[in-house]
């Protein structure tokens, strides 16, 4: 056993708020050789008795921005997995899926397709939760402020030559 995890062990015996579970979490799912077994995890039974705090925690710290290399590979997963994820989680957890594991690292024209195909598959499979398009329409605009301060940015530094 290395010293760390003897450490860990003794915190979590003088603490058992869950609050040392929850940054384990979120240190294992940063870790770039446990990227593909945490994601896979998250669409299992293994997550099934998480809270909103594992959730938040684990989901925070697999979308690293500075990892944006590693994470390109999971979002049409993330596209594919989203709605049946939406559909089967309570509110609270769902919403953390998509809040914290949607892909925002990219503004191009592919992954803008992608979320507009995302609204309208949510909007005629399940009119009912608004909640759900409120969020896909809010990304949208978020993306596309982020690619519009990208363009100024690079028309800024452009002029600057």
Not at 7 to 18: A, F, I, T, V, Y
Not at 54 to 73: E, H, V
Request: proline fraction near 3%; hydrophobic fraction near 35%; include cysteine.
């Amino acid at each position: 056993m290395s010293e760390k995890e003897r450490l860990m062990g003794q915190l979590k015996q003088e603490d058992s708020s869950g609050w040392l579970d929850d940054t384990t979490k979120a240190c294992q799912a940063a870790l770039p050789e446990n990227k593909q077994a945490t994601w896979d995890s998250y669409f299992t039974d293994a997550v099934k008795d998480w809270g909103v705090d594992s959730c938040r925690s684990s989901f925070s710290g697999f979308n690293q921005p500075n990892q944006r290399q590693l994470l390109t590979k999971f979002e049409d997963d993330f596209f594919e997995k989203i709605c049946p994820v939406m559909a089967s989680k309570g509110t609270w957890i769902s919403r953390h899926f998509f809040q914290y594991l949607k892909p925002t690292n990219r503004t191009d024209d592919a992954i803008m397709k992608k979320y507009a195909d995302l609204l309208a598959k949510a909007q005629r499979d399940t009119p009912e939760d608004y909640g759900f398009a409120k969020m896909i329409k809010d990304t949208i605009a978020g993306l596309e402020t982020k690619k519009r301060g990208q363009a100024a940015s690079l028309a800024y530094l452009n002029s600057k030559k």
